[in-house]
């Protein structure tokens, strides 16, 4: 990679910021940039960047793919609001679950979902704007992972030979793509983000499509949403560095009320790590298993299997897909 890594410990915040800040001005001039916020800390806190960088000529943009979590996307722009900055909402559930529909194999629906992010979505509101420009928060890890061919990002696209000015009609910008999330995590906190942004746990950039094994749909994404939010008010206080929940494909067999139930099985997944690179399962207490288990198959509907993941990364990965 051409890319070299700002680690954590010589990282100077104030530094970081100003040049940051300073490139993005004189890279976007007098036009308009494009922002992409997932909230995400890594989004977050290149929206803060280039907001200082820009102002009123940064247009910041939140996409309902249909694939976050529980209330996010108002969550995200109340929390964005209260920063200054403002924060439209795109519907673009039906884009999404178009660009997904029938696919199963992981790679297909990255491709699937950076298609529809680059081109179907934000090429309208690029073209539509006159801007030039998309900002976005990649960092050092999504580019490591994809080159090294773990796992691809879907805002990989340089790195693999993909030119966004050509294919898509815009140069993307990506500040943070230097840091790891821990430096992340301390950029945003010098720029003044709340502890509830800088400090949430890693949310994939492809959202819950990235926890559900197999085709993704809506009725799948209600399923894992709700397990999801389960999972994160159970683990909020953990203190581990990310927890999800995981949708598996094939049917298990169940017993509810005396009788089968063909039902849905949900992995769970607890992880200590400092920079995603590598990670031990958290050893949660039993009684916390067995509460999760309790209540995701009793408020989910049709699931009956709830499981925990115990396998360290590597061999397995963080998120699933």
């Known amino acids: 990679m051409n890319i070299r890594e700002i680690e954590l410990k ?37 929206t803060m960047l280039a907001h200082r960088a820009l102002g ?20 995200i722009v109340s929390w964005f609001k209260d920063l200054g900055v403002p924060v439209a909402i795109v519907n673009a559930q039906d884009e999404f679950f178009t660009a997904l529909k029938g696919r199963t194999d992981p790679e297909e629906k990255r491709e699937a979902i950076t ?54 009609g815009y140069r993307v910008l990506e500040p943070v793509i230097e840091l790891r999330k821990p430096a992340v995590r301390v950029i945003g906190r010098a720029l003044g983000l709340p502890a509830a ?26 399923t894992v949403r709700q397990a999801t939010r389960i999972v994160e008010e159970e683990l909020s206080t953990s203190g581990a560095f990310q ?9 298990v067999t169940g017993i509810r009320n005396g009788r089968r139930d063909f039902g849905l099985q949900i992995e769970v997944r607890c992880w200590e790590s400092e920079d995603a690179v590598i990670a031990t399962p958290t050893r949660l207490p039993f009684e916390k298993l067995e509460c999760l ?3 995701i198959t009793s408020e989910v509907p049709d699931v009956v299997s709830v499981t925990y993941n115990i396998t360290a990364k590597p061999t397995s990965t963080i998120e699933a897909v």
Not at 244 to 251: F, N
């Open 10 to 46: 010589d990282l100077n915040a104030e530094k970081f910021i100003n040049e940051k800040v300073k490139n993005i001005a004189s890279a976007v001039e007098s036009g308009l940039a494009v922002n992409a916020l997932s909230g995400g800390v890594d989004s977050s806190v290149v």
């Open 115 to 168: 298609h529809a992010f680059y081109k179907v979505v934000f090429g309208k509101l690029v073209k539509e704007s006159k801007a030039r420009f998309l900002l976005q928060g990649t960092n050092y890890t999504d580019v490591e992972e994809t080159v090294a061919g773990i796992k691809r990002q879907h805002n990989i696209l340089e790195q693999l030979g993909i030119d966004p000015e050509e294919r898509y």
């Open 293 to 295: 288990a309790a209540r």
């Open 243 to 251: 927890y999800l929940a995981i949708l598996h494909e094939d049917r």
């Open 56 to 75: 009123n000529r940064l247009k910041s943009y939140f996409v309902d793919s249909g694939l976050m979590r529980h209330e996010e996307p108002r969550q």
């Open 197 to 222: 942004i800088y400090s949430r746990p890693p949310f994939p950039g492809p959202a819950l499509s990235a926890r559900v094994i197999g085709e993704v749909t809506r009725e799948r994404i209600a």
